[in-house]
């Protein structure tokens, strides 16, 4: 899946629905590419010729599978560094008026919050995940604004219960992520070729809709406890024009 978004030059650009945790990657694929005209996939997709945002993330020590747990300075720095003459990013504290005014200026915020299932902010502390927001769509609601992710539909979140639910992430203990041998099924699972395991000696795992996957042997991976309420919480990534 994926949703279409023209940029004010009149580009259409892609928001890509992601590949198993890779949330952030593809968040910033899409930043990149409606600012600065850069075509980064956020993962390989089979295509060996385009380095991935997660090949360069992996071989930097940026991330263990396409996890993005930071937005530090310290990040910010980082993805300038893709392209350092063209990038303006920062680490900034999440707030209603910093949004606004990146927003108002033309740029784009990557914010981290918790996610429900509905794709929309709660407050549970859980599910770390990033949206992109792109635009206030209408000044009679100025707490309003468009945001992105998934690549199902282009959501309308409140400035105010994004604030909100970003602060309340939470501490992230050590988790295990395997990966499914590619074509092990004839039905569509998303694109998602990796999924949460137990231990790290799961043979297979069972999704929501309850069907078994089997894991790719020696492929689970481990991602370390993180301190989200360090690294996430009270943050957000903002590019400039």
Same mark, same amino acid.
């Given at each position: +899946?994926?949703?279409?978004?023209?940029?004010?030059?009149? *580009?259409?650009?892609?928001?890509?629905? %992601? *590949?198993?945790?890779? /949330?952030?990657?593809?968040?910033?694929?899409?930043?990149?590419?409606?600012?600065?005209?850069?075509?980064?996939?956020?993962?390989?997709?089979?295509?060996?010729?385009?380095?991935?945002?997660?090949?360069? $993330?992996?071989?930097?020590?940026?991330?263990?599978?396409?996890?993005?747990?930071?937005?530090?300075?310290? +990040?910010?720095?980082? #993805?300038?560094?893709?392209?350092?003459?063209?990038?303006?990013?920062?680490?900034?504290?999440? =707030?209603?008026?910093?949004?606004?005014?990146?927003?108002?200026?033309?740029?784009? /915020? +990557?914010?981290?919050? /918790?996610?429900?299932?509905?794709?929309?902010? =709660?407050?549970?502390?859980?599910?770390?995940?990033?949206?992109?927001? %792109?635009?206030?769509?209408?000044?009679?609601?100025?707490?309003?604004?468009?945001?992105?992710?998934?690549?199902?539909?282009?959501?309308? $979140?409140?400035?105010?219960?994004?604030?909100?639910?970003?602060?309340?992430?939470?501490?992230?203990?050590?988790?295990?992520?395997?990966? #499914?041998?590619?074509?092990?099924?004839?039905?569509?699972?998303?694109?998602?070729?990796?999924?949460?395991?137990?231990?790290?000696?799961?043979?297979?795992?069972? /999704?929501?809709?309850?069907?078994? $996957?089997?894991?790719?042997?020696?492929?689970?991976?481990? #991602?370390?406890?993180?301190?989200?309420? %360090?690294?996430?919480?009270?943050? +957000?990534?903002?590019?400039?024009?």
């Amino acid at each position: +899946m994926s949703i279409t978004v023209t940029t004010p030059e009149v *580009r259409n650009v892609e928001f890509k629905d %992601q *590949r198993g945790p890779t /949330c952030g990657l593809y968040a910033l694929s899409f930043v990149l590419e409606y600012l600065y005209g850069m075509k980064i996939p956020a993962t390989a997709d089979g295509d060996k010729t385009t380095e991935s945002l997660r090949s360069r $993330f992996k071989k930097d020590g940026k991330t263990v599978i396409g996890e993005l747990y930071e937005a530090t300075p310290a +990040m910010a720095d980082y #993805i300038k560094t893709l392209e350092a003459a063209k990038i303006k990013c920062q680490s900034v504290p999440c =707030d209603v008026t910093a949004i606004i005014e990146t927003l108002n200026g033309g740029g784009l /915020c +990557m914010v981290p919050f /918790c996610v429900d299932a509905a794709g929309n902010p =709660d407050n549970s502390g859980i599910h770390a995940h990033w949206c992109v927001l %792109q635009t206030i769509p209408d000044a009679t609601k100025p707490d309003e604004a468009v945001a992105l992710h998934w690549g199902d539909t282009v959501r309308k $979140f409140s400035m105010t219960a994004l604030k909100n639910s970003n602060n309340a992430i939470k501490d992230l203990e050590e988790q295990y992520w395997g990966k #499914i041998p590619a074509g092990s099924y004839s039905i569509s699972i998303e694109g998602l070729d990796y999924v949460q395991c137990n231990t790290d000696a799961d043979t297979s795992v069972k /999704c929501e809709r309850l069907l078994s $996957f089997p894991i790719k042997p020696g492929s689970i991976k481990q #991602i370390p406890a993180t301190a989200l309420s %360090q690294t996430l919480a009270g943050k +957000m990534l903002v590019f400039e024009k």
